[in-house]
């Protein structure tokens, strides 16, 4: 069974830096695309990052630059490191697996339950 969690979400400032982790288990971790998400209240979920099996990167126009995505393929894990948070970035963020080719669409097969981020001003 796939398992999805998330951790490191919580409240920061305004221009202040958080990291996410997803660590994963009950699934082939290395050769799955893993995709970042978050929604806001009232707000469409919405892709943030994603990350392929090979190590390539895209993100939401709204985060780049300031955003991060990577994968620790021996820890089973992978981060979001968001850095100058805004107050729109508050959200929900999801975690997501599944195979190779869910990086070049929007559907995963897995979901975590999420973490909350709040950014203040």
């Known amino acids: 069974q796939v398992q999805l969690v998330e951790s490191g979400g919580g409240l920061v400032q305004v221009g202040g830096s958080l990291r996410l982790s997803c660590a994963a288990s009950?699934?082939?971790?290395?050769?799955?695309?893993i995709g970042w998400y978050r929604q806001a209240p009232g707000k469409q979920r919405e892709l943030v990052a994603a990350?392929?099996?090979?190590?390539?990167?895209k993100y939401a126009d709204s985060v780049k630059g300031r955003f991060t995505i990577s994968r620790d393929n021996a820890e089973n894990t992978v981060y979001l490191q968001m850095n100058s948070l805004k107050p729109e970035d508050t959200a929900v963020y999801y975690c997501?697996?599944?195979?190779?080719?869910?990086?070049?669409?929007?559907?995963?097969?897995?979901w975590g339950r999420g973490t909350q981020v709040t950014v203040s001003t």
């Open positions: 009950g699934t082939t971790f290395s050769i799955n695309a």
């Open positions: 997501a697996t599944g195979p190779p080719r869910r990086y070049y669409g929007n559907n995963y097969d897995y």
């Open positions: 990350i392929s099996s090979g190590g390539s990167t």
